[in-house]
Each structure stands twice: as structure tokens, then as C-alpha cells.
């Protein structure tokens, strides 16, 4: 196993990180507020399809990055109407957002599967920074949108843990009639909590089509998405927590293409599997060992709330 080979290995496990850290930092702000949001993966979907599309029409993979944000963030309204201002149930709203918009971003995107990508998002090279052995060209080779999901995690967590606007979302999700009491819109703090998840989701999307695997086929979200679903429990809803566990996540996936070039032989068929069997295992770890202690989960998630009922 030569330098070279474990340097793509560690890019690639950063990148496939920056993927889930982006749509599971989104669902953690969601969430927060006390919103559970299973459409993770059709926002990730009509973001990467609505980014491939701008990136073709334009050239410019910024513009592109914005217009998926802004379209999955108004794609995440059809959620945020439905189970927040209309206190429909949050399961069955999210499951039919994620089956909506696969289906939706697949019959838009229908003419953008055999088109190369026009814009993509490169590698920042820093110069002498770039060129020091393994920390320069791996920490410092990283994609713009991995520095950009860095930067948000670090204003995420400020706005959370330090500000007036984050201590309202966070009193909206433990509970929303205590909120409502002192003066805070539940409704408008968790709009604006879903409509930001919807963006961040659509970030991730754009890195998927942009700079991962530059271009658009149906299913290219690949199930990505229920990952970022099961990160946000993995991190006990902390930024920083969701961000190891994307990491860590982020490198199976980014390992599953290359045990066979270390001389690993292992069926492609359980390789694919092993992500989401993780996944499923740290869920049940994580609900054996909460049975007997206090859940860290927002107290009022998944709970609609209706002010007439006060």
C-alpha cells in the first residue's frame, strides 16, 4: 500500500464525509426545533439534480450550489406546511417528501443523464500548504464545498450554543407550549428550521453531482440520505458529534471501492451493505443503552403543536 494510495483514501473519506455532514447538519437544525424530517433524502435528490442542471445551463458551480439550496429549502416547505402549520404527522409527511422528490428530480432530470458536467467544484489548492507530506495534501487539497460545510458546522454550533436566535430554537424543541408562553413563534422558528434543513440538504446534493461524482443519473443519492437520518442520533444531535460520525460513516463508503486494491477480498454485494448495516446497528446499540438513561433527543420531536390546545 503505497502514499499515494492512502492519500486518495483519506481525500475520499473527507469527501464522502462533507456528503452526509451537509444533509445531517441540516437534519440536526431541523430536528432542534423539535421537526423530525424524513425527506432527507428526496431534498438531497431535487438539491443534486436542480445543481447538475444550473451547472450545465451556467458553467458557474456557485450559482448551481445556490439554486439547489434555494430549491430544496422551498422543496422542504411542502414538510414544513404539512406537519408544522398543519400538524399532519411527521413520519408520514417526510416519507412522502423522500418519495416525491426521487421521483420528481428523476423526471426533470431525465434529459441530464447523458450530459457532461458543465461546472464542477475542484480541489483548493493553498499554495505551499497543499505541498506538505500527507497533512498538506490531504487536509489542504479539500474540495470548496468541504471547507464551506466546515465553516458551517463551526456557525451552527455558535448559533445553537452562544446566541438568543439558538436558545429559542433549542426552548422550541424541548417544548413548544413554554416557548409560545414567553413570546416565540413555534411556528415561524420551525419553518425557518426545516427550511434550513432543506437547504443544507440540497448543499449536500450539489456535492454530490458537483464534486464527488460529477454528473446525474436516477438514484444517485444512493440511499445517502437515511444515513444522514441515523447521524443525527449517532451525534446526540451535536454539531461536533455529527461530524465524527460522518467521518467515520464517510470512510466506510469511501473504503468499500478499495479493499480490493489492498488485497482484500470481500463480496462487492456485502461491501455496498456495510454502510447501511452499520447504520441500522448503531441505532439499536443506541436505543438498548438510552432504556435506562435520560434521552439527550429534543423533547417535543415529532410532537405537532397545536396553540388552541393550551
Known sequence: MNQETLIGLFISVIEFGTLLYLAALGETIAEKSGVLNLGVEGMMAMG?????????????????????????????????????????????SGLALTILGLGLAAFLGEDLVSKRPEARFESVNLGPLSDI?????????MSALSWL????????WLVLTRTRAGLALRAVGESAATADAAGTSVVKIRLIAVAIGGALAGASGAHLTLALAPGWSEGTTAGRGWIAVALVIFGAWQPGRVLVGSLLFGGL???EPRLQTFGVEVSPILLSMLPYLLTIGVLILLSVRSRNRPSVAPAAIGIAYRREER
Open 149 to 156: 460545510a466546515v465553516v458551517l458546522g463551526v456557525v451552527a
Open 133 to 141: 507530506p500527507w497533512l498538506g495534501e490531504t487536509l489542504f487539497s
Open 48 to 92: 443534486g439534480m436542480t445543481a447538475f442542471w444550473v451547472g450545465v445551463e451556467t458553467g458557474n458551480p456557485w450559482m448551481a450550489l445556490l439554486a439547489a439550496m434555494i430549491v430544496a429549502a422551498l422543496f422542504s416547505m411542502i414538510h414544513g406546511v404539512a406537519a408544522v402549520v398543519m400538524g399532519a404527522d411527521q413520519v408520514v
Open 253 to 255: 463508503i469511501a473504503l
